[in-house]
């Protein structure tokens, strides 16, 4: 089945719309993370690694709804953690088909099958099941670090189209990725009956536990100019041609990050749904706020040299496409013509790099302690922050401003704020949920496993290397 005209037009006419009315930062599609918790403790992720308190935590269905009639992105994605484990999943989802939102419920389709069986979705051209499939047999179960998963998910996938859903697939590749076995993995995905494919390079973030497995620049190109050339013409990818260039390193784009902003737990989270910087109490207020010159490769940032993920870089292409006669015509180009036989051509050279803009520095003191509490955002743990009353508060902190520190209490429920000038020290408490130790674990035990079995041995599967809660 195609992507629906309905679709394209609705993502069209909402750009156009945009341009019309003069908007430069406007979202396309809307990243909303209703739970972190998950079923898998997947080693290249860096969106599960918090305390149990947190992990525990779900959005409210108005507050998700709210999220949605605010940003008003014709696109609405569903990511999580694993949003299969949300309580109201089936509610949210057909909230959103009554405001005819387009709607990738992004899961890992470990619990798919169950939930079909119990009838908790209904097929509609509004929802399409974007399943978590990182290649082959092997390269999946090994990026997942939970054998057993590839032949799960394969079967609800089978299981979802037969019964008439809309299914596509979503593969992080890593710098293990073979290029033959992917290029054979996406005849098997279509060959099942996926509507298209969706790849994407990880992005290295700070607190996964595998911090060896992420692509540079150079190498994404390498990687995607294999798997991209002299495509078969049943292959159908949901992505926008320009940004399959720009993998490819014959097409320049420069991130917007406001193009798929993301709201969580804590908010809307500062810059996008990668990076995790703080958060705004709205999108207006996400959009007016953060310092967007911060990000993207032109600023320096170090943190998004390497960054050539979907989320930052499609909102660039649609905007290419629908805002200027020469990208619409290169799209057209692109997607008619396809993507040439040789890999011949040099690599599109950025604008010069601007100096990142750094933190001003004040009072020895106060400086350190700026720096601590803006380490204490990125930590996956909970931290103790002593006031001038010589008062202690224990939680999980997830949002620094001028005036104000939130915090998620770690015994007891809402949420809590603190006053800046009040604040003298913080300490961090228990463990950092992505300190690397299950990931060390889990390939010694995957290793150890695949050579008996290459031996003869009969060993059972592995499991996940840090159980989830």
């Not at 700070?206 to 798997?227: I, M, V, W």
């Not at 009353?389 to 224990?394: L, M």
Request: glycine share 8%; aromatic share 10%; proline share 5%.
């Amino acid at each position: 089945m195609a992507v629906p005209v309905s679709q394209m037009w609705a993502v069209a006419s909402y750009v156009i719309k945009q341009r019309v009315l003069r908007r430069k930062h406007y979202a396309t599609v809307l990243m909303l993370e209703p739970l972190l918790r998950c079923n898998l403790a997947c080693a290249g992720c860096g969106k599960i690694q918090y305390p149990a308190h947190i992990l525990k935590k779900e959005m409210a269905v108005a507050d998700a709804l709210a999220a949605v009639d605010e940003c008003g992105a014709p696109i609405v994605s569903i990511p999580g953690g694993e949003p299969m484990m949300y309580t109201h999943i089936g509610e949210l989802v057909r909230e959103l088909v009554k405001r005819k939102k387009y709607i990738y419920l992004c899961t890992n389709a470990l619990l798919l099958k169950q939930r079909l069986e119990e009838g908790v979705f209904e097929p509609s051209k509004f929802l399409t099941f974007s399943v978590h499939m990182d290649g082959d047999r092997d390269a999946h179960d090994f990026a997942v670090c939970r054998e057993g998963t590839y032949d799960k998910a394969y079967e609800a996938i089978k299981l979802a189209v037969s019964l008439g859903h809309r299914v596509t697939t979503n593969t992080t590749l890593f710098n293990h990725a073979d290029v033959g076995r992917t290029r054979a993995f996406f005849d098997e995905m279509m060959a099942l009956g996926v509507e298209a494919m969706t790849v994407s390079p990880g992005y290295s973030y700070q607190k996964a536990p595998d911090q060896h497995g992420f692509l540079s620049r150079e190498n994404t190109y390498k990687l995607f100019r294999g798997l991209l050339q002299n495509p078969k013409k049943h292959w159908e990818f949901n992505q926008s041609p320009l940004f399959m260039q720009f993998l490819m390193g014959k097409l320049h784009l420069e991130c917007t990050p406001w193009g798929n902003p993301c709201y969580t737990l804590f908010g809307w989270q500062r810059p996008c749904y990668l990076l995790q910087e703080g958060y705004a109490p709205s999108f207006a207020e996400l959009v007016r706020t953060t310092n967007w010159e911060n990000y993207g490769r032109a600023s320096g940032n170090p943190k998004c040299q390497n960054c050539m993920v979907h989320c930052g870089y499609e909102p660039t292409a649609v905007h290419e496409t629908f805002n200027s006669l020469r990208g619409f015509i290169k799209t057209v180009q692109a997607t008619f013509a396809g993507v040439p036989d040789s890999e011949a051509g040099p690599n599109i050279t950025p604008p010069a790099v601007t100096r990142f803009a750094s933190t001003g520095e004040g009072h020895a003191t106060e400086a350190e302690l700026d720096r601590d509490l803006r380490e204490a955002v990125d930590y996956r743990g909970d931290v103790i922050v002593t006031t001038r009353d010589g008062r202690t508060h224990e939680g999980y902190l997830f949002n620094v401003t001028a005036d104000l520190v939130e915090y998620f209490p770690s015994k007891e429920a809402g949420v809590a704020a603190l006053k800046r000038a009040e604040i003298v020290s913080v300490q961090r408490t228990g463990r950092d949920f992505a300190d690397g130790k299950g990931w060390e674990a889990w390939v010694k035990k995957y290793n150890d496993a695949k050579a008996a079995r290459a031996a003869g041995e009969k060993v059972e599967a592995i499991g996940i290397y840090s159980e989830p809660l």
